[in-house]
């Protein structure tokens, strides 16, 4: 693997497990988020994604395989103190609500007989300008918020009301990429306006759904035997594209362009830097977009991605 395809994939991937497609039941979900830690790849994982009136759930299952709780899983003994692991909490119930369930869980598993874990994110819809307002209100500074916003008409004055709280890293913008229907997949020139909002209001992002391989191409949406096909995102795609937009300012019509390739040989990974064609991006200004303006993705499968990258020849 070059320097600078592991620049774009390290900590790219926030597992999602328990959402459609796969929509695992918790306890095969934790243990494929536990077993990812400790692969050969796990640099390329993030935080796990939960539902709020899950996280009790999650705690109770996930507990004995989490760092700190020195008991014996599958994987590994556990007797050594890691790294936390990390969530991101999707919002399905009021804020105050969900946020009462957040504090519980961090003061619970910052004690290591319980487990080390902590959740410092959430993800919640944005359906008007006000609910975003209203977030920010009542969010502690520990919370790193990402607000999904429409992207089917202007998205700027969404992406704008994020960014007064964005400078500080206090606050991110989210996309939705894709689902299991065809419909469900936003035009490339949209995800480009939304990718350009982004980088001229200097607001993070992250994506989710529909990005379960590294290039654009026809796929089956879910893993159902006849599941509809549709023409998927690629993750190399988005990430190189935004890299573009942002360090080398690309303009939105070659943004799109670079989200329509459908060819593997457009996308070249060196250790000095990446490439779409011709247009290239060095290594640090990579590391740079990654860390603060290209946050990540939510996908349902941790393995798909990796195989595919393997399959292309890029692992």
Known sequence: ????????????????????????????????????????????????????????EFSKLAAPLMPGTFATSGYREQADIAEPWRLSVL????????????DA??????ATDHGLARADAIEMKASALSDIDDALDALPEDILPFFEVPID????????????????????????????????FPAPRHVAEFIHACAA??????????????????????????????VMHGFLN?????????????????????LEDTSPDSFRFTDDGASWRNHTIDLVSLAKVREAFALGFGSCSFDEPVEDLKGLGLL
């Open 105 to 110: 869980f961090n003061a619970h598993h910052d």
């Open 91 to 102: 919002i399905d119930d009021d804020l105050p609500a969900c946020l009462d369930r957040i």
């Open 153 to 184: 008409r202007d998205c700027r004055g969404y992406v704008t009301a994020i960014a007064g709280n964005a400078d500080s890293g206090g606050a991110a913008a989210k996309i939705r990429t894709g689902g299991v229907t065809p419909e469900a």
């Open 1 to 56: 693997m070059t320097r600078a395809l592991h620049t774009l994939m390290s900590s790219l991937i926030d597992y999602a497990g328990l959402f459609p497609p796969a929509k695992l039941d918790m306890q095969p979900a934790v243990e494929n988020y536990a077993r990812a830690l400790q692969g050969p790849h796990a640099d390329f994982l993030a935080r796990f994604i939960c539902p709020s009136k899950r996280l009790p």
């Open 201 to 230: 209001a200097q607001v993070p992002f992250k994506a989710t759904a529909g990005l379960h391989h590294p290039v654009r191409a026809e796929h089956r949406l879910t893993y159902e035997a006849n599941s509809p096909r549709g």
């Open 238 to 258: 988005l990430f190189l594209a935004a890299a573009l937009a942002r360090a080398r300012r690309l303009d939105v019509a070659s943004t799109a362009a670079v």
